[in-house]
């Protein structure tokens, strides 16, 4: 990351201090527990079949060109085998592993345990793909119009894969030439999945042809990876020679292997349309109830059941609403629902910018401006040593995928320091990101949201990989929802009604979101019920809505986290507040939320509850 020396000293200082009191006898070193090699050489068994996750983030045998940047991830059924075995192999792996007297390695492991229990706790369940290192955990469907190799591989050849150096070069075009393997190996999987009893929503099936279709659309020298290709390898500044050599070579692989490889999945998707299932929600595949509670439990990171978690939707929605339509009263906007009137609030022309070029570019410049005074206020909330230095940058989602990709998502720094963070919008509808909607949406994916939640876990001493690149879902959305909340406690909102109005449609959006995903998974609505409760609640452009919804059917689960994560960090921000009164510190609080990186939501309660007075815990 190009981070000064004295820089990690302290954060390690906090790590192994302030985050990690040691429970040794006064005047004697702490014990430690040696559980970092054991844990990565688990982690190097299990990034061998995930590629393409070892190349997102920087991992020694994906740099240079080395083994890991030149593959796709497995998806054939033998791939799929080989990867759920080897989640088993790294949990029993895991579980023989103790740390007796070093509480820093006892939090490790206690972390790594709860990463492979995510993985492991629907792979009976055959289709799909479960993935503690993903966001979408235990994904039923391999092919949808918001994820799948079809989307994610070029993604990261495109963004994220290096393309410095003559051998990363090689190793990209490699992985490209793989296409043509690698999705034979995926319809397989389809195919296998589908004979399992799983057969996707429809909708799903029909909205990847447009991705599909961009993929195979126009001149070889015009196409996205290739024009990636071209641009990085000239800012890198390679040989000239190399570069026009390297471009041939992509367009041959390109119109020879992935293109074909493409055109067979689509034939493929064309085949299964009809055969797609009407229902929209998760319980009409096999086994669909009890993926839904495997998904609730690692993405929502809850043993609250759908009907409890329902339940603190509906009454979510009536108190924000509530505080909704207080504020719209006093910007006069006092008839109709609430929902009605934020879509008024939407079309005025003054919340709009132009549906131009030169309107989003606009857009994307008044986004950096509210990063950077958000910026300014982190010593209010951070203690000094957690303020990140790391960049960060703000772009458009592709044209080629933003029409199945969220509004707004965030990309962190890879581990090798050579990618910045990156906070992605989607502005393929202009109506769909008003003005008063950009602060909070800001907030949630930069600063203080998930760029710096990220920033500063990768500052911190390195934990074992497979605790780096887990994903807590609840955890880092739920930090990000609670950002929000926070910039409106810093007074971000104070000279900008219009914003806290934005701030508080998008906190309704994570409630309904309660409602809605439960709704389909559980209580068994349709996609049209789910779309209407959702545009009724929140006013949000119908093309968001749709996008949403669909979103959900494609990941179960993943929407729950936002809400929960949030309500868990406000009501142990409420207990360590009540219990420390005036000695309360906000900047203290924050550094036990962040000071050990992402875990699960009751290690987190854990690590707060070292704050209070002894006689408070329990």
Same mark, same amino acid.
């Given at each position: 990351?190009?981070?000064?020396?004295?820089?990690?000293?302290?954060?390690?200082?906090?790590?192994?201090?302030?985050?990690?009191?040691?429970?040794?006898?006064?005047?004697?070193?702490?014990?430690?527990?040696?559980?970092?090699?054991?844990?990565?050489?688990?982690?190097?068994?299990?990034?061998?079949?995930?590629?393409?996750?070892?190349?997102?983030?920087?991992?020694?045998?994906?740099?240079?060109?080395?083994?890991?940047?030149?593959?796709?991830?497995?998806?054939?059924?033998?791939?799929?085998?080989?990867?759920?075995?080897?989640?088993?192999?790294?949990?029993?792996?895991?579980?023989?592993?103790?740390?007796?007297?070093?509480?820093?390695?006892?939090?490790?492991?206690?972390?790594?345990?709860?990463?492979?229990?995510?993985?492991?706790?629907?792979?009976?369940?055959?289709?799909?793909?479960?993935?503690?290192?993903?966001?979408?955990?235990?994904?039923?469907?391999?092919?949808?119009?918001?994820?799948?190799?079809?989307?994610?591989?070029?993604?990261?050849?495109?963004?994220?894969?290096?393309?410095?150096?003559?051998?990363?070069?090689?190793?990209?075009?490699?992985?490209?030439?793989?296409?043509?393997?690698?999705?034979?190996?995926?319809?397989?999987k389809l195919k296998t999945d589908m004979a399992a009893g799983c057969r996707p929503p429809r909708i799903l099936l029909e909205k990847t042809l447009p991705i599909i279709d961009a993929f195979l659309a126009g001149p070889a020298a015009d196409h996205p990876l290739i024009a990636a290709l071209r641009r990085r390898t000239a800012t890198a500044a390679l040989d000239p020679r190399l570069r026009a050599a390297a471009e041939q070579r992509a367009i041959v692989a390109l119109e020879k292997r992935a293109r074909p490889a493409y055109s067979a999945l689509r034939?493929?998707?064309?085949?299964?349309?009809?055969?797609?299932?009407?229902?929209?929600?998760?319980?009409?595949?096999?086994?669909?109830?009890?993926?839904?509670?495997?998904?609730?439990?690692?993405?929502?990171?809850?043993?609250?059941?759908?009907?409890?978690?329902?339940?603190?939707?509906?009454?979510?929605?009536?108190?924000?609403?509530?505080?909704?339509?207080?504020?719209?009263?006093?910007?006069?906007?006092?008839?109709?629902?609430?929902?009605?009137?934020?879509?008024? #609030?939407? /079309?005025?022309?003054?919340? %709009?910018?132009? &549906?131009?070029?030169?309107?989003?570019?606009? @857009?994307?410049?008044? +986004? !950096?401006?509210?990063?950077?005074?958000?910026?300014?206020?982190?010593?209010?909330?951070?203690?000094?040593?957690?303020?990140?230095?790391?960049?960060?940058?703000?772009?458009?989602?592709?044209?080629?995928?933003?029409?199945?990709?969220?509004?707004?998502?965030?990309?962190?720094?890879?581990?090798?320091?050579?990618?910045?963070?990156?906070?992605?919008?989607?502005?393929?509808?202009?109506?769909?990101?008003?003005?008063?909607?950009?602060?909070?949406?800001?907030?949630?994916?930069?600063?203080?949201?998930?760029?710096?939640?990220?920033?500063?876990?990768?500052?911190?001493?390195?934990?074992?990989?497979?605790?780096?690149?887990?994903?807590?879902?609840?955890?880092?959305?739920?930090?990000?929802?609670?950002?929000?909340?926070?910039?409106?406690? #810093?007074? /971000?909102?104070?000279?900008? %009604?219009?914003? &806290?109005?934005?701030?508080?449609?998008?906190? @309704?959006?994570?409630? +309904? !979101?309660?409602?809605?995903?439960?709704?389909?998974?559980?209580?068994?609505?349709?996609?049209?019920?789910?779309?209407?409760?959702?545009?009724?609640?929140?006013?949000?452009?119908?093309?968001?809505?749709?996008?949403?919804?669909?979103?959900?059917?494609?990941?179960?689960?993943?929407?729950?986290?936002?809400?929960?994560?949030?309500?868990?960090?406000?009501?142990?921000?409420?207990?360590?507040?009540?219990?420390?009164?005036?000695?309360?510190?906000?900047?203290?609080?924050?550094?036990?939320?962040?000071?050990?990186?992402?875990?699960?939501?009751?290690?987190?309660?854990?690590?707060?509850?070292?704050?209070?007075?002894?006689?408070?815990?329990?």
């Amino acid at each position: 990351m190009g981070l000064e020396g004295t820089r990690r000293e302290a954060m390690a200082m906090l790590a192994a201090g302030a985050a990690l009191p040691s429970t040794a006898a006064p005047g004697r070193s702490p014990p430690v527990c040696p559980v970092m090699a054991p844990l990565d050489a688990v982690a190097d068994r299990l990034f061998a079949h995930l590629p393409e996750i070892a190349t997102y983030n920087g991992l020694p045998d994906a740099l240079d060109g080395g083994p890991l940047a030149r593959r796709m991830d497995d998806h054939s059924p033998e791939g799929e085998t080989a990867w759920r075995a080897a989640l088993k192999a790294a949990e029993r792996d895991v579980a023989a592993l103790t740390c007796p007297g070093d509480r820093a390695g006892t939090l490790r492991l206690a972390i790594a345990r709860t990463v492979l229990a995510n993985g492991t706790r629907s792979t009976a369940i055959p289709y799909g793909r479960p993935n503690p290192f993903s966001f979408s955990g235990h994904a039923p469907y391999a092919v949808t119009q918001i994820s799948g190799p079809h989307i994610d591989t070029p993604s990261l050849m495109q963004n994220q894969q290096a393309l410095s150096s003559p051998p990363e070069v090689d190793a990209w075009i490699e992985r490209l030439d793989g296409f043509q393997q690698g999705f034979a190996g995926l319809i397989e999987k389809l195919k296998t999945d589908m004979a399992a009893g799983c057969r996707p929503p429809r909708i799903l099936l029909e909205k990847t042809l447009p991705i599909i279709d961009a993929f195979l659309a126009g001149p070889a020298a015009d196409h996205p990876l290739i024009a990636a290709l071209r641009r990085r390898t000239a800012t890198a500044a390679l040989d000239p020679r190399l570069r026009a050599a390297a471009e041939q070579r992509a367009i041959v692989a390109l119109e020879k292997r992935a293109r074909p490889a493409y055109s067979a999945l689509r034939a493929w998707i064309m085949e299964t349309i009809p055969r797609g299932r009407e229902d929209a929600g998760l319980w009409v595949q096999p086994d669909g109830d009890a993926l839904y509670a495997a998904n609730i439990r690692a993405l929502g990171d809850t043993a609250l059941s759908p009907e409890q978690i329902h339940a603190i939707g509906l009454e979510e929605v009536r108190r924000i609403s509530a505080a909704l339509d207080a504020l719209l009263r006093l910007q006069g906007m006092g008839k109709g629902s609430v929902g009605a009137r934020l879509v008024a #609030l939407a /079309a005025d022309p003054r919340q %709009r910018f132009p &549906d131009s070029e030169a309107g989003r570019a606009a @857009l994307l410049d008044h +986004v !950096r401006g509210l990063i950077a005074a958000m910026e300014k206020r982190q010593p209010s909330f951070l203690p000094a040593v957690l303020i990140p230095s790391e960049p960060l940058e703000v772009r458009r989602v592709p044209v080629a995928t933003q029409d199945g990709a969220p509004g707004g998502y965030y990309d962190a720094p890879s581990l090798d320091g050579s990618r910045p963070g990156i906070y992605w919008i989607n502005l393929r509808d202009m109506a769909g990101v008003p003005r008063f909607r950009l602060p909070t949406l800001s907030y949630h994916e930069g600063v203080p949201g998930h760029h710096t939640q990220a920033t500063i876990a990768l500052a911190l001493p390195r934990p074992p990989l497979i605790n780096a690149f887990a994903s807590f879902n609840a955890y880092s959305e739920g930090w990000a929802l609670y950002a929000e909340r926070l910039a409106a406690d #810093l007074g /971000a909102y104070r000279a900008d %009604r219009h914003g &806290d109005i934005g701030r508080l449609q998008d906190e @309704l959006f994570r409630a +309904v !979101r309660l409602v809605v995903d439960t709704g389909l998974h559980h209580h068994r609505w349709s996609r049209e019920r789910a779309i209407a409760y959702m545009r009724q609640q929140t006013g949000a452009a119908e093309s968001r809505v749709t996008a949403e919804v669909e979103r959900y059917m494609a990941w179960p689960g993943q929407a729950l986290g936002y809400k929960l994560g949030q309500l868990r960090m406000l009501e142990l921000r409420r207990q360590a507040r009540a219990a420390l009164g005036r000695r309360f510190d906000l900047r203290s609080f924050h550094a036990a939320l962040l000071g050990n990186g992402a875990m699960p939501m009751d290690l987190v309660a854990a690590e707060v509850a070292r704050l209070l007075p002894k006689r408070r815990r329990r």
